[in-house]
């Protein structure tokens, strides 16, 4: 049996689940979700544990069976506390702005990059002091946050995808806590 696939989702309380129709759908505190089951998966609650169960033992079940039970978990965790995605815009004069449905990105290029923001997602910009040497710089954040991992990390990606980190100075947009390897210059520069 699938070890991911075996383990139980743990439901918090206040979480209602509904299967009809070989549809799940989880309400919670900060919305509603649903996930269509793959044929031959099965979804059944036992008190405040759902399990997720397979008819039959072929490779290609046993790959649903996980992939099944990491979607249903991903949106367990989504409706009751939600996912947050934090991205850092570093560079002289790159800025960041919320404007109505819009975000604005001020990236260095001859040009505003300007990509809308989903609906269901709730994007924030904010500006913040960052001291680099003697001088103190703005620095650009932004928080995307929404109830659907797979909504929230696609439109982080392609907030980062606007100026990726480059490796000799570090401008571009990085994920929090992410490591960009800053490349030396010309060998004979000291």
């Known amino acids: 049996m699938s070890r991911i ?24 505190t900060l919305g509603e979700l649903s996930c269509q089951l793959l044929p ?8 405040d544990q759902l399990l997720v169960m397979r008819t039959g033992d072929s490779k290609e079940l046993r790959a649903r069976h996980g992939l099944t039970r990491a979607l249903l978990q991903n949106i ?38 300007m990509l809308q923001v989903p609906q269901n997602l709730t994007v924030e910009a904010e500006a913040v002091p960052r001291s680099k040497g003697t001088r103190t710089d703005l620095q650009a954040i ?14 982080a ?10 490796n000799y100075k570090g401008k571009g947009i990085r994920y929090l806590n992410e490591a960009v390897t800053i490349k030396t210059g010309k060998a004979g520069s000291k």
Request: with cysteine; proline share 4%; glycine share 12%.
């Open 157 to 166: 990606a392609d907030i980062r995808r606007c100026h990726l980190p480059e």
């Open 142 to 155: 932004i928080h995307v946050k929404g109830i659907d991992k797979q909504l929230v990390g696609q439109y």
């Open 40 to 47: 031959g998966i099965t979804v059944e609650q036992i008190e």
């Open 76 to 113: 367990v965790t989504g409706v009751s506390e939600g996912y947050l995605i934090t991205l850092h815009v570093i560079g002289t004069g790159y800025s960041a702005e919320r404007l109505g449905p819009w975000l604005r990105l001020s990236l260095g290029y001859s040009h505003d990059v």
């Open 5 to 28: 696939g075996k383990a139980p989702i743990k439901l918090s309380p206040g979480l209602s689940v509904s299967v009809v129709d070989a549809v799940v759908t989880i309400k919670g």
